[in-house]
């Protein structure tokens, strides 16, 4: 039976654990007695677990894609077809609401955006945003393991930085990566950090409960943490600080791979420290908070408020836990954080939390952006430049490893940004020919593409709902938040001739 399961298509695998995983909001429904949301999903989950079977002896033997193709194929699928069949028992669930925005919503959540059409308060049961919550939380394991085992090997989604890096740890690195066939290395890395990725997320839950949040909102609230998705019942509604400080500890499992996993190279003690995902990421949860903070308090001398020093620190603990939330691409809003505004009559730019989703979080983890690890070989690239307008014939430092990560590092970092730049450029085009606005039209953009939904609700003047969107660009939005998951040069690689040759 196993060795069946493992020779079926990777795209078939994720049917069949998304029809198991709907029995869990049936049960739920069940037991809060919504009964026809238990019925819907109950039935589609009966149903789609037969056709996995019917579908899983109807291809048993023959063997699926193992290459890396069928792989990258299969995920592609996943965020696109896969919607489909999670969409199903969301429309049955909620009366008028047409396919189309149950697919876009299921999109979202496994895409680990969390735009939502349904935000107005009470629309959906409870049930229901545990299933979004659990969608997204599966997406985020999904790109956990397919980020090792899918996309490193084919030196895509930041691996292509870390790759120039040819020392004889790098080496062991990259040929136990390459191990084996694709499917053979999804096996492997979802039996590591499957695991790994529920007990923290049955940590955190434990510890929000314990801070006094609902059973449901704090189970919803720690899948939308790891997942990095968002997603929140009835939208976000800070639980306080003590539970903000959880999750603020736990989002740094978005800010580096190396924070759940070492790479499986001996390391020296402390190198999370050095890590520079980890260290940049330090930098900008430091520095923007204290910019906020400087701007608020020249701010409040003029409502002579600067002397509220409760206020003071108020507003910078806000700052930083919304720095960190928006750079992970999670986009929880800090309980202080609106203070700010009212103690010294000045708003947050919104141009901030734009440019933090722009830049994301870690290679290999559930943030979206660009990543860290690429702005830092950029940003090594740039200083050693400096350095040699002053000093022409001086010799880099760091070493071999740090003169690759300055050159062919940064080479391709920026080819990646490039492309980045001219993505966001198109679609903002097109969304703009679908009647938004100029400045609605770059924050949608920038939310989508950074898979950071709730960007839309702060990053501009004023609100953007995504159900006020028109269905055209929805279409683009949905099309952009799977772009921005799987990333350009995932796609681009498909057409690639080498992929395809046998």
Same mark, same amino acid.
């Given at each position: 039976?196993?060795?069946?399961?493992?020779?079926?298509?990777? !795209?078939?695998?994720?049917?069949?654990?998304?029809?198991?995983?709907?029995?869990?909001?049936?049960?739920?429904?069940?037991?809060?007695?919504?009964?026809?949301?238990?019925?819907?999903?109950?039935?589609?989950?009966?149903?789609?677990?037969?056709?996995?079977?019917?579908?899983?002896?109807?291809?048993?033997?023959?063997?699926?894609?193992?290459?890396?193709?069928?792989?990258? !194929?299969?995920?592609?699928?996943?965020?696109?077809?896969?919607?489909?069949? !999670?969409?199903?028992?969301?429309?049955?669930?909620?009366?008028?609401?047409?396919?189309?925005?149950?697919?876009?919503?299921?999109?979202?959540?496994?895409?680990?955006?969390?735009?939502?059409?349904?935000?107005?308060?009470?629309?959906?049961?409870?049930?229901?945003?545990?299933?979004?919550?659990?969608?997204?939380?599966?997406?985020?394991?999904?790109?956990?393991?397919?980020?090792?085992?899918?996309?490193?090997?084919?030196?895509?989604?930041?691996?292509?930085?870390?790759?120039?890096?040819?020392?004889?740890?790098?080496?062991?690195?990259?040929?136990?990566?390459?191990?084996?066939?694709?499917?053979?290395?999804?096996?492997?890395?979802?039996?590591?950090?499957?695991?790994?990725?529920?007990?923290?997320?049955?940590?955190?839950?434990?510890?929000?409960?314990?801070?006094?949040?609902?059973?449901?909102?704090?189970?919803?609230?720690?899948?939308?943490?790891?997942?990095?998705?968002?997603?929140?019942?009835?939208?976000?509604?800070?639980?306080?600080?003590?539970?903000?400080?959880?999750?603020?500890?736990?989002?740094?499992?978005?800010?580096?791979?190396?924070?759940?996993?070492?790479?499986?190279?001996?390391?020296?003690?402390?190198?999370?420290?050095?890590?520079?995902?980890?260290?940049?990421?330090?930098?900008?949860?430091?520095?923007i908070p204290g910019f906020l903070?400087?701007?608020?308090?020249?701010?409040?001398?003029?409502?002579?408020?600067?002397?509220?020093?409760?206020?003071?620190?108020?507003?910078?603990?806000?700052?930083?836990?919304?720095?960190?939330?928006?750079?992970?691409?999670?986009?929880?809003?800090?309980?202080?954080?609106?203070?700010?505004?009212?103690?010294?009559?000045?708003?947050?730019?919104? !141009?901030?939390?734009?440019?933090?989703?722009?830049?994301?979080?870690?290679?290999?983890?559930?943030?979206?952006?660009?990543?860290?690890?690429?702005?830092?070989?950029?940003?090594?690239?740039?200083?050693?430049?400096?350095?040699?307008?002053?000093?022409?014939?001086?010799?880099?430092?760091a070493g071999s490893s740090g003169?690759?990560?300055?050159?062919?590092?940064?080479?391709?970092?920026?080819?990646?940004?490039?492309?980045?730049?001219?993505?966001?450029?198109?679609?903002?085009?097109?969304?703009?020919?679908?009647?938004?606005?100029?400045?609605?039209?770059?924050?949608?953009?920038?939310?989508?593409?950074?898979?950071?939904?709730?960007?839309?609700?702060?990053?501009?003047?004023?609100?953007?709902?995504?159900?006020?969107?028109?269905?055209?660009?929805?279409?683009?939005?949905?099309?952009?938040?799977?772009?921005?998951?799987?990333?350009?040069?995932?796609?681009?690689?498909?057409?690639?001739?080498?992929?395809?040759?046998?």
């Open positions: 039976m196993v060795a069946r399961l493992k020779s079926l298509p990777f !795209l078939l695998l994720l049917q069949g654990i998304g029809a198991v995983a709907m029995f869990v909001p049936a049960i739920y429904a069940f037991q809060v007695r919504s009964l026809h949301v238990s019925r819907s999903f109950f039935y589609s989950g009966l149903v789609f677990s037969m056709l996995f079977l019917l579908l899983a002896v109807a291809v048993s033997g023959r063997g699926g894609d193992r290459r890396a193709r069928g792989q990258l !194929l299969g995920l592609l699928g996943a965020l696109t077809l896969l919607p489909v069949m !999670l969409a199903v028992p969301f429309h049955e669930s909620v009366p008028g609401a047409s396919f189309f925005a149950c697919w876009f919503e299921m999109v979202s959540s496994i895409t680990t955006t969390g735009a939502s059409l349904f935000s107005e308060p009470g629309r959906l049961p409870s049930a229901l945003h545990l299933w979004r919550a659990m969608v997204g939380w599966m997406g985020g394991l999904l790109f956990w393991v397919s980020a090792l085992a899918i996309l490193a090997p084919l030196n895509l989604g930041g691996f292509e930085v870390v790759s120039t890096d040819m020392t004889a740890a790098g080496r062991a690195a990259l040929r136990e990566r390459r191990a084996g066939d694709a499917g053979m290395r999804l096996r492997r890395y979802g039996a590591r950090l499957a695991p790994v990725y529920a007990g923290l997320t049955l940590a955190l839950w434990a510890i929000l409960v314990m801070t006094g949040l609902a059973p449901l909102e704090g189970a919803i609230i720690a899948m939308s943490t790891l997942s990095t998705s968002g997603i929140a019942p009835g939208g976000w509604q800070s639980p306080g600080v003590l539970p903000e400080i959880a999750i603020f500890v736990f989002l740094f499992f978005a800010v580096s791979r190396l924070t759940f996993r070492n790479d499986f190279i001996t390391r020296e003690r402390g190198y999370l420290l050095r890590d520079p995902e980890i260290r940049l990421a330090l930098v900008l949860v430091l520095a903070f400087l701007r608020h308090w020249l701010g409040a001398i003029e409502t002579n408020e600067q002397e509220n020093l409760g206020r003071a620190l108020a507003a910078f603990w806000g700052a930083m836990f919304t720095t960190l939330s928006f750079l992970t691409t999670t986009g929880f809003e800090g309980s202080t954080f609106e203070q700010a505004r009212f103690w010294s009559g000045l708003p947050t730019p919104g !141009l901030v939390l734009m440019g933090l989703s722009i830049i994301g979080g870690g290679v290999a983890t559930t943030a979206g952006g660009v990543k860290l690890l690429r702005i830092y070989a950029l940003y090594k690239h740039g200083t050693r430049e400096m350095g040699r307008l002053v000093h022409p014939s001086s010799v880099g430092g003169r690759r990560l300055r050159r062919e590092g940064a080479f391709v970092a920026w080819i990646f940004f490039m492309l980045f730049a001219m993505t966001i450029g198109a679609i903002w085009a097109a969304l703009a020919l679908t009647g938004l606005r100029f400045t609605e039209a770059a924050v949608i953009t920038v939310a989508a593409l950074s898979t950071n939904g709730p960007l839309a609700a702060v990053g501009g003047q004023n609100a953007i709902a995504w159900r006020e969107l028109n269905t055209a660009a929805q279409v683009i939005v949905a099309a952009t938040m799977v772009l921005g998951r799987l990333e350009l040069l995932a796609i681009i690689a498909l057409f690639n001739r080498d992929v395809w040759r046998g």
